[in-house]
């Protein structure tokens, strides 16, 4: 497993150049709120319902929304799998809303538990065409680390993905954790990322919060 992160290390030390090589002023601050219920939990594996709302233009508009359906197994003591679907509506830039279908899924590994948790992860996507475009593969690397304590936790995370012809965003999160006992937990933070368009590496702020629940196990 530290092969693995060593590997995810390296692809996010590309998303730091990018972020360190680009302007970071003059984006559009958003605000991305994420909601996961569980709706399933047989021990050897759980069913997760999704949904999240993006608003830009400093909240005011409601641009995408999304629902989705995501199943998570533990394979190993410190590897899940998850294979998920979302379905996605958004209003494009150029005017017009649209829906879009995805399916992802891939690993997560817990490196290290306390008093740092360490986990790596990768995911594959594949995003159905729409809008008479069509569909694409990508692959997101994601490194998240949290200070685990009672109470509220630190954490902070860096993501990068890639399509067949290089990288396509980066992503620096940080914020705090707080959990429950009951199973409840709420996540709020802040984003920063580059994406690239036309060629162009382009900044984007986000406020983010995530509200969890999850059935809580005995012990």
Not at 120 to 130: A, K, L, Q, Y
Request: aromatic share 12%; charged share 25%; net charge positive.
């Amino acid at each position: 497993m530290w092969n693995k992160l060593a590997e995810t290390i390296g692809a996010l030390s590309l998303c730091a150049a990018i972020a360190a090589t680009s302007p970071a002023f003059g984006a559009d601050l958003q605000t991305w709120n994420t909601a996961e219920f569980t709706v399933l939990d047989e021990g050897r594996f759980r069913v997760d319902a999704l949904g999240q709302v993006r608003t830009r233009n400093l909240g005011t508009d409601a641009y995408d929304d999304r629902l989705g359906t995501q199943i998570v197994a533990p394979v190993l003591p410190r590897v899940t799998l998850t294979g998920a679907f979302e379905r996605r509506w958004v209003d494009a830039e150029d005017g017009g809303r649209f829906g879009e279908s995805r399916i992802f899924g891939g690993p997560k590994f817990q490196i290290t538990r306390r008093p740092l948790k360490i986990e790596p992860s990768s995911v594959f996507e594949r995003i159905f065409g729409s809008r008479g475009e069509p569909g694409f593969t990508r692959f997101r690397e994601t490194v998240d680390f949290e200070r685990v304590r009672h109470g509220v936790s630190p954490f902070a995370a860096e993501q990068v993905a890639f399509r067949t012809d290089g990288p396509v965003w980066c992503r620096t999160q940080m914020g705090v954790r707080w959990r429950h006992p009951t199973g409840v937990s709420l996540e709020v933070g802040y984003q920063f990322e580059m994406r690239k368009s036309g060629g162009a590496w382009t900044p984007r702020h986000a406020i983010r919060t995530t509200f969890r629940f999850r059935k809580p196990h005995a012990g």
